[in-house]
């Protein structure tokens, strides 16, 4: 994912969990097994606000189904949870939290500490608790990166932060920092790993990046600039356009700053975002004026690793709906409710709905239906994977693998792993 484009998404959902956290909790916690009242336990707590689990079949069909506790906890030592999601094992939650010891003053949140920790899924029981310091989140995070790390952006007054953290032992592994621009202008600041377990960060003012390479310990192995936005990188290349938002150069270079492709684009819309894909093809989403029906309308054009032009899919009346995953595109209809898998023709399929309270996301390797009714979707071979009724207050959830579901209610202050088991 590209920060640009997911800034604004999550910012907004971490500061209305941050703002839900600090309400008091009138509930008083004794013994599992304690009927529901003001006394409740977490258990019964967690137990009132299920009202249906449902697990699908191999076709993806959800079908009623029953669960059983493997811990279930009181949360309060997270105090203010802004994500949790699974290590690649599984067998792990990672928790991203904050300790709630911010103070609000002229306008601006200050003194925050933020905290990641490991539970194991098992049983609740803390593997690892590591402070990041006293920063604000840049955006949430639902992932650990492919080489066992955990990524995550912070910023205070003067510098933006990334924080690569290592899943198994909690221990940052490296720290690079980026101090923000003089004076207010349009920037880009983005990271990817590449070749060698590096990390590639991007920063760029007034069209032109500058790229840092750091090795798996945090040094910095090399620097150079390009002129335009760097906006994507995979293994040892980068994707960069150069112009304006209209009429702009797209090239892919090498490492060492060799063109692979290069193109003119002009005459395709307001640019919005665009993807280097592993297999090396590259994906470019534009916003296309669309007076003439009083709409607006999105467009992907897909080209193949020689930037030869393969496809091209418009979507109508819906905001930047274009994400990757892997060497695929899928589309996010979200005034529609809907989310749709493009095929290597550019072809919509595999349709799938959630509610209509609810809110749409990629996160790890799911699609995730939040709402009232929670559902989970495998994203590769889009078919459902679990279903979650729950009353009250939405929870955040993860799923798990192997049928086992995180719930996080944050106004119950409850956290818990449910193993969901067909009936």
């Given amino acids: 994912m590209t920060m640009v484009k997911w800034i604004g998404r999550f910012i907004g959902t971490a500061i209305i969990l941050s703002l839900l956290a600090t309400m008091d909790s009138t509930i008083m916690y004794a013994d599992d097994n304690t009927a529901a009242s003001e006394s409740a336990s977490p258990q019964s707590l967690l137990e009132q606000s299920i009202k249906s689990v449902k697990l699908a079949d191999p076709t993806g069909k959800l079908n009623p189904a029953s669960y059983q506790m493997q811990f279930v906890k009181d949360s309060k030592e997270f105090p203010a949870i802004d994500s949790i999601f699974p290590d690649r094992s599984g067998e792990h939650i990672i928790i991203v939290y904050d300790l709630h010891d911010y103070v609000y003053k002229n306008g601006e949140f200050t003194n925050n500490t933020i905290k990641v920790a490991s539970i194991q899924a098992k049983d609740g029981k803390k593997v690892w608790d590591t402070v990041i310091g006293k920063k604000q989140f840049s955006q949430s995070i639902y992932s650990v990166q492919s080489n066992g790390e955990i990524f995550l952006t912070t910023e205070d007054k003067s510098h933006f932060y990334l924080h690569t953290i290592d899943e198994k032992t909690g221990k940052i592994t490296r720290t690079i920092s980026q101090p923000h621009p003089s004076k207010p202008t349009f920037l880009a600041w983005d990271y990817w790993l590449v070749d060698n377990n590096q990390l590639l960060v991007s920063y760029e003012v007034n069209n032109q990046s500058t790229l840092r390479y750091f090795d798996a310990a945090g040094k910095l192995l090399r620097t150079r600039t390009v002129p335009g936005i760097v906006r994507s990188a995979q293994?040892?290349?980068?994707?960069?356009?150069?112009?304006?938002?209209?009429?702009?150069?797209?090239?892919?270079?090498?490492?060492?700053?060799?063109?692979?492709?290069?193109?003119?684009?002009?005459?395709?819309?307001?640019?919005?975002?665009?993807?280097?894909?592993?297999?090396?093809?590259?994906?470019?989403?534009?916003?296309?004026?669309?007076?003439?029906?009083?709409?607006?309308?999105?467009?992907?054009?897909?080209?193949?690793?020689?930037?030869?032009?393969?496809?091209?899919?418009?979507?109508?009346?819906?905001?930047?709906?274009?994400?990757?995953?892997?060497?695929?595109?899928?589309?996010?209809?979200?005034?529609?409710?809907?989310?749709?898998?493009?095929n290597d023709q550019g072809k919509a399929i595999h349709p799938m709905f959630g509610s209509e309270d609810g809110w749409m996301d990629l996160r790890n390797k799911e699609v995730y239906f939040t709402g009232n009714i929670t559902r989970i979707a495998d994203a590769k071979t889009m078919k459902w994977l679990t279903e979650l009724e729950y009353e009250g207050d939405k929870p955040q959830v993860a799923w798990l693998g192997k049928?086992?579901?995180?719930?996080?209610?944050?106004?119950?202050?409850?956290i818990a792993v449910i193993r969901i088991k067909g009936k």
């Fill in 403 to 414: 049928q086992q579901l995180a719930i996080y209610d944050g106004k119950n202050d409850v």
């Fill in 235 to 342: 293994a040892d290349r980068i994707l960069v356009t150069n112009g304006d938002v209209f009429r702009y150069t797209l090239s892919v270079q090498d490492a060492k700053g060799n063109t692979i492709f290069k193109k003119s684009i002009a005459d395709q819309g307001f640019f919005w975002n665009a993807y280097l894909l592993p297999d090396q093809s590259v994906a470019v989403e534009s916003q296309i004026d669309g007076k003439a029906k009083q709409k607006d309308r999105f467009q992907l054009i897909k080209y193949n690793a020689r930037g030869e032009k393969q496809w091209q899919h418009t979507i109508w009346d819906e905001y930047s709906p274009y994400l990757p995953n892997g060497n695929q595109m899928m589309a996010f209809l979200r005034v529609q409710k809907k989310v749709i898998f493009l």
